[in-house]
């Protein structure tokens, strides 16, 4: 027997059945599944029901897609840069996408002006009459970013937000409920999400890890499980911390693995305990050197969450140009991520709840303690590490902590632009080769970029 669940109910089972909630609201909101493309409804035990919808082509996800385009980034892939790129502008030209491009309604109900979009008949997402309603034409991939760029930018994600929060604001007084669960590859945007929470009528809001369509798989899983086969569905009492703990469940090299490949290839290489290879890349890190972390289980979703990462110091405002253009290749705009010890978040972000899967971007309370990871509109996605969730990772912050009186490091993706996250050892040693990469911990072993040159 095969089951084929909705798109939407997919991306509603994942986010409703990950959280903590015996019942909820829920809002999904992606570029489209089948003819949906915004889906709201609730959810009870094991029942969930979707009543109400808006279909193709209006969609607020294809709506920032477009602009994603426009701005000269991949579809589906460059979304979170057009989030990073709208911090350096104003939103100039709100009233004009309002009065142009999108009808909103107060129930966050949206109508597209088909006239300007072009996903309908065609391989793109936008026409001349959208290049002329903005008075310049589609940016090229290597073009340079101006200012009118970053303009449109925060223009697109201010309308994103209003968007989110109206339909949050109708499901709130449509079903009275004070949780809502959040799905859909729109549910990324941790700006939109931060404005959700704060200024948005909900109690609680749970937002899975990978809320895109990639979750969206577990979800079909799910809703065969709970609905289909009417399993009992049992909340356990730390259940989102459970769930936190469950986000690596990638490949894992073990030690034998990646000495088998460093001996193999003949790489010099140190080897440390636990304790030993902790205070040194602490101490490698305050000292400004950038390290590669290559540990344990590949974590599940779109963002290294301290198993895949490089590391480096959040106290050096330099730091972010080093990391951009030596290490990741990528354009200067792009912010890094702070990872810091959850029971410290709130002396250096205005959030009081954990944000373990970089879905929260929130003001950062100490700019001038971390200013490598504090964006130009002073905000840092940040990831909240637990003790539970990832002891290593929590334990090297840590030390890091004990160095500085900085509880907080810089953590991003160990790739390079255009490139997956890598996985083996030998895409992981790969890095350090053709980067500025200083250091690379696989395992508990330490191999240095100078003893690559030799």
């Known amino acids: 027997e095969i089951i084929f669940p909705e798109h939407h109910m997919s ?5 409703f059945y990950t959280s903590p909630f015996k019942e909820s609201a829920i809002l999904s909101i992606d570029g489209v599944g089948e003819w949906t493309t915004t889906s709201f409804g609730t959810a009870q035990d094991n029942s969930i029901k979707l009543t109400d919808d808006i279909r193709w082509p209006h969609s607020v996800g294809l709506f920032y897609s477009a602009f994603t385009y426009f701005l000269g980034f991949k579809v589906n892939e460059g979304e979170y840069k057009l989030m990073g790129l709208s911090a350096y502008g104003k939103p100039k030209y709100y009233d004009l996408i309002l009065k142009e491009l999108i009808d909103v309604k107060d129930d966050g109900s949206i109508h597209l002006n088909m006239k300007y979009f072009a996903f ?6 936008t026409n001349d009459k959208f290049s002329e309603l903005f008075g310049i ?3 090229e991939k290597n073009e340079k970013t101006e200012q009118i760029h970053f303009d449109i930018g925060a223009s697109a994600q201010k309308v994103l937000e209003d968007v989110v929060l109206k339909m949050a604001n109708h499901i709130h007084k449509k079903t009275q409920m004070k949780n809502l669960c959040f799905g859909g590859g729109v549910a990324l945007n941790g700006v939109a999400n931060y404005n959700l929470l704060k200024n948005g009528p909900f109690e609680n809001i749970h937002i ?15 809703y ?10 049992i909340i356990e009492t730390d259940q ?4 936190r703990e469950n986000v690596y469940v990638g490949p894992q090299f073990d030690d034998e693995e990646i000495k088998h490949f460093l001996d193999s290839n003949k790489i010099t290489y140190q080897k440390f305990d636990r304790q030993s290879l902790l205070q040194n890349t602490a101490k490698l890190i305050s000292d400004g050197k950038i390290v590669g972390w290559y540990q344990g289980k590949m974590e599940w979703g779109p963002r290294s969450l301290g198993n895949r990462s490089i590391l480096a110091d959040p106290r050096e405002a330099k730091m972010k140009d080093i990391l951009n253009e030596k ?14 010890l959850e029971e410290h978040t709130t002396d250096y972000f205005d959030i009081d709840i954990p944000s373990p899967y970089m879905l929260m971007v929130t003001s950062v309370k100490q700019p001038d303690k971390i200013p490598a990871v504090t964006h130009v509109d002073g905000t840092g996605r940040l990831q909240t590490v637990s003790k539970q969730a990832n002891p290593l990772y929590y334990d090297l912050i840590n030390e890091f902590y004990k160095l500085t009186d900085v509880p907080v490091v810089i953590n991003t993706s160990m790739n390079v632009m255009g490139e997956p996250i890598v996985n083996t050892p030998e895409q992981a ?7 500025d990469m200083d250091y690379i911990v696989m395992g508990n072993n330490l191999v240095s970029k100078l003893d690559t040159e030799v």
């Open 11 to 15: 991306h509603a089972a994942y986010a």
């Open 120 to 125: 309908t008949y065609d391989k793109v997402m």
């Open 137 to 139: 034409s589609r940016r």
């Open 208 to 222: 899975p890890p990978s809320p895109g369509d990639g979750g969206s798989a577990v979800g079909c899983a799910q």
């Open 224 to 233: 065969l499980y709970y609905i289909h086969k009417k399993n009992k569905r």
């Open 240 to 243: 989102a911390k459970r769930i």
């Open 327 to 340: 290490i990741k290749h990528r354009e200067s705009f792009r912010p890094f991520a702070p990872s810091i």
């Open 429 to 435: 040693y790969n890095m350090i080769k053709k980067t």
